[in-house]
């Protein structure tokens, strides 16, 4: 019966947790919303896999593309730690190294995306502080080999926590998860109390 509880209890943080999570904030920032800009980039539905109507591709063998998602004219954006995703459709002639760049306002981190890699889902770019203007995410060739190119779908910024400035950890719980430790502790003291 006193583990039945414990497990009841458990239970029903679970749902609790799930429901947090669901009810997170979540902006997606497709290639044909207004917080979207590009140059050298056309629009194509030849690979599968896109998110909405189409998604934007640059040409080979031309430098000085990009794209840029803008999550800030959101009315739900607020300042804080958010994860970032991004989205593209696989192909044989896609960027293995194309450069990302995320702004948070008032810093700036470079990485990578290898585009020939796990298209059509959603690929995390991990959990960042952002301002509450002046954040962005950038896609460019400026890495990309020749005959390779960069493609611009969607990118999503899932909202994690607030933060009082840019140096805020970003290894931040998930929404919930404290609730189900603290559930989990209490359960096991009123076990061990009995």
Known sequence: MKLKGIFSTLAAC????????ANATIITVDNTDAGFTSSGLTYSTYESGFIGSNYMADARNVSGDFAIWDPTSSTDWVAGIWNVEMLWTTGPTRASNAAVTIDSGSTVL?????????????????????????????????????????????????????????????????????????????????????
């Open 14 to 21: 679970a749902l609790l947790t799930a429901s947090v999570a």
């Open 110 to 194: 470079s990485t990578t995306v290898n585009q020939l890699l796990n298209g059509s889902v959603w690929n995390d770019l991990g959990d960042y502080s952002f301002d509450l203007s002046g954040a962005f995410v950038k896609l460019d060739d400026s890495n990309s080999t020749s005959g390779q190119n960069i493609i611009a779908d969607a990118v999503r910024f899932t909202f994690v926590s607030a933060a009082d400035s840019i140096s805020a950890p970003t290894d931040v719980p998930a929404p919930g998860t404290l609730l189900v430790l603290l559930a989990a502790a209490a359960g096991i003291f009123r076990l061990r109390r009995k």
